[in-house]
């Protein structure tokens, strides 16, 4: 059964931990195994994966940070860390209120999202043009 | 219908129409007995009929050597559906609540997964009982279909109870309304069958302790 | 007006970057539980989704639904994809454009027939039709009208989708759902009083790149209403230990303990706030220390009481004990005198006791 994060207002003096920063450590290990096996990358959605109060800031504690920390800012500032273990980075999208709209582990060379899109390359390329004339 | 419609009937007009043949009918047959009426004892009073009596309701409570060497197994796994039954019924935080809005009366409940536990016995003593019934050759001979009916009406809530507690078999509100229905089965036909005795029992030790008070002897 | 943009083209046009796009793609991918891997299916379906023309009803409603959606903090891109769908007809936004309202409706109906998706919210009363009526035109022609060409109708908020607080007891205005009167189109009900703003945009973007999703008996998709609030709430350990607050502000309360006692509809009320929650991930009534009222279900308004326990019976019990009574006392007294009448008879016949007497059971 999943439960929904007790939030501090609520007062839950009685803690439910879930013990799921173990596994996920774990499935961060496999999926490294697996990047460096075969080259697929690995998505994990940590909003998908109920979490005490408490657990998210263990494992966020565990995975540490690494060597680089990007921002991006398209309809709202994302953040993408690299943790201490390269290759397992920390995804956070953010929308223009602020609010975290997604976050998850990726497991690759680099974040999808961090990557040039054509469709961009192309748009900003007409600009350029237009701005030398 | 939808299920929720469905829940809401059974909440509703169907609950209350329930409780209306389960008060009249188990008015209707006490007044029925009581209407009988009792054969004059001309005789001298020698001792307290009353009292004999409010005794012997306590004292039937708790038979005998014999009479327990006899029927071991009736008599002891009867006392734990029975006691099983009450306990799921009544010191059940939900049901509580049910009293509570027909009476005015409430009591603390037990923790739940006490009345899980009680509620698993219950239905194991009911098929034992069962079992015993249909193996027992006297039994077997003398049981008609009202004895039948009267054990599946009992099991059937305890059963139907546990199954919406936890949610399994059909979608969680059926599954409460079925739980409701059951009772509801119950109480129309309880009147009707040998389940008077929950009433009878008193009438019935009464008499005979009040009989032998009156004679001033022991019952 | 042109429908021949997608949802992808509009969006660049309004300076979307592609990366945007995608964090958008991600984030509807986790609202609707979808693991990662989803994400460039969704990206590809809602780059070529074509802008549905969209008209929006609204009937006999509080307008809570149409304000818990227009309620934007800031532009979201669940905003921006509404505003770029729904721009035809909503008459409660247009209502200072008048008859020239009633006409862009007209001609989004004509040009986009069979295709365009009828959002609604509001009852539609039928005892009078006077009783609700948009620049003349009663609410159940209007239905009635706009209904015929639509591809889908999207029931927004409980009202819409099942009468809601005017079909309450005793309905004096005949109101009914949107369901109950038309019969040929595919429904997508959308529940709640009001739903959550994110599942009522959630809900629409799932139908623009997926098209209708899978829906439940009551017609609300899955995907939010699939689960009840009791099988995701965080107070089921306390519920499932029989620590239930008795009063709202006992110590059980102050705990967080289950509120079954104080009326919870949670375990036979089916949505997302258990896990979605609102106000964007805030809170829901149950975190906040209030029972779940039950209002995405059908009749919860007639459900018994807010504050009374799902266990508890809602007819009036002492009534039907008084009738019982009533009724078993005078049927007792006339069955006794009957029997009484019939005993002396025997006495007087000198008739004996015989087997049969004494088995009644057995009588045929």
Known sequence: MHYTNPTACSGAS???????????LHEIRHALGKWLESGDPTVIDLRAIPMAPGEEDELLARLGSGEIHARLSALGDSEIVETAYPGAWLVTHRNTAGEIIGKYIEVCDIPQILKAPQEDVRAGLQRLQTQLG | MTEIEFLLWVRGPAFEGATVIFVLGVAFRLLEILMLGRKANLAEARGSAMLGGLRTIATRSFPDATTHKRSAFTHTVGYIFHIGFFVTLLLFAPHILVVEKAFGVSWPALPTPVVDATAVVTMIALIAVLWHRLKDPVLRFLSNFQDYFAWFLTILPVFTGYIAFHRVGMS?????????????????????????????????RWYNGAIAGYKGVNS | MARDKTLGEVLRERGISRRGFLKFCAATASLMALPP??????????????RPSVIWLSFQECTGCTESLTRAH???????????????????????????????????????????LLVVDGSI??????????????????????????????????CAAFGGIPQAKPNPTG???????????????VPGCPPIPVVITGVLTQFL?????????????????????????????????????????DEGAKKGWCLYKLGCKGPTTYNACATTKWNEGTSFPIESGHPCLGCSEPDFWDAGGFYQALSIPTGDL??????????????GAAMGALNRVRKNRAVQAHEKVTIDDLEKERKP
Request: net charge negative; charged share 15%.
């Open chain 3, 318 to 331: 002492p009534r039907a004990a008084a009738y019982g009574v009533g009724g078993g006392l005078l049927a």
């Open chain 3, 37 to 50: 891997s989803t994400v460039p299916a969704i990206a590809a379906a809602l780059e070529k989704a074509r």
């Open chain 3, 74 to 116: 800031s532009t979201t891109i669940e905003q921006l994809i509404f505003d770029t769908i729904s721009l035809d007809y909503h008459h409660t936004l247009q209502a200072a454009s008048g008859t020239g309202a009633e006409d862009a409706r007209e001609s989004a109906m004509q040009e986009n027939w069979g295709e365009y």
């Open chain 2, 172 to 204: 969680p509100p059926t599954l409460i309304a079925i739980h409701i229905l059951s009772i509801e089965l119950l109480m129309v036909v309880f009147p009707f069958t040998k389940l008077m005795h929950a009433f009878t029992l008193f009438m019935a």
């Open chain 1, 14 to 24: 009685e803690d439910v931990l879930t013990h799921n920063v173990l596994p996920l």
């Open chain 3, 125 to 158: 009363p039928t005892a009078n039709p006077g009783y609700s009526t948009i620049a003349g035109i009663s609410n159940v022609d209007m239905l009635r009208e706009t209904a015929a060409g639509a591809a889908a109708i999207v029931s927004v908020g409980s």
């Open chain 3, 175 to 189: 109101a009914v759902s949107v369901s109950e009167l038309i019969t040929d189109k595919p429904i997508i009900n």
């Open chain 3, 209 to 249: 790149a997926f098209g209708l999703p899978e829906l439940d008996h009551l017609s609300r998709p899955m995907a939010f209403y699939g689960t009840s609030i009791h099988d995701r709430c965080y107070r089921r350990p306390f519920y499932d230990r029989g620590q239930f607050a008795e009063t709202f502000d």
